[in-house]
């Protein structure tokens, strides 16, 4: 497994306005049969202490699991809409993602996730997300140190 440097951005246009978030995590990649996976652990400046976060992606799709605290999953095939639950103690909320944008490339070390979708919380509220994850492959020796995510 190579170590790398995971870089989620997003933009999240709410009823209520917009919000802006970025974070940085430390995690694993590994490759197999030309699925790529990115694995991580969420730490309390998230919200999601206790869970691991998987994200998994090839040039049609992206998949982000979540397992621990929290279960979560969410893919994104452009034009789909999935329905899918989120989990967390005590709460069930279904949702509704609706991927609008599906763009995957890959330049020397890095990859560039970008996905932009329409999610539906439970019976009424709405939201457009902007997601753009960079997942960089550490140099020779680099980022061995690191473990959880940082801010």
């Known amino acids: 497994m190579q170590a790398v440097r995971i870089k989620i951005r997003s933009q999240h246009k709410t009823s209520d306005g917009q919000e802006n978030i970025e974070i940085i995590s430390y995690g694993k990649l590994a490759e197999k049969n030309g699925k790529y996976y990115a694995m991580y652990d969420e730490d309390e400046n998230t ?3 206790g869970t691991k976060t998987t994200i998994k992606w090839d040039h049609n799709s992206v998949v982000v699991i979540r397992n621990g605290a929290l279960e979560h999953r969410q893919e994104f095939v452009m ?3 999935e329905k899918n639950v989120y989990i967390t103690t005590g709460l069930e909320i279904p949702m ?3 991927t609008k944008y599906l763009y995957v490339r890959q330049r020397e070390n890095i ?3 970008e996905i932009e979708y329409e999610i539906l919380y439970g019976e009424d509220e709405r939201n457009e997300i902007k997601m753009m994850i960079e997942i960089e492959e550490a140099e020779q020796g680099g980022y061995k ?3 959880g995510t940082k801010h």
């Open 111 to 113: 990859w560039f996730l």
């Open 79 to 81: 034009g789909r809409v």
């Open 47 to 49: 919200g999601l202490a």
């Open 96 to 98: 509704i993602t609706e």
């Open 145 to 147: 140190e690191y473990t």
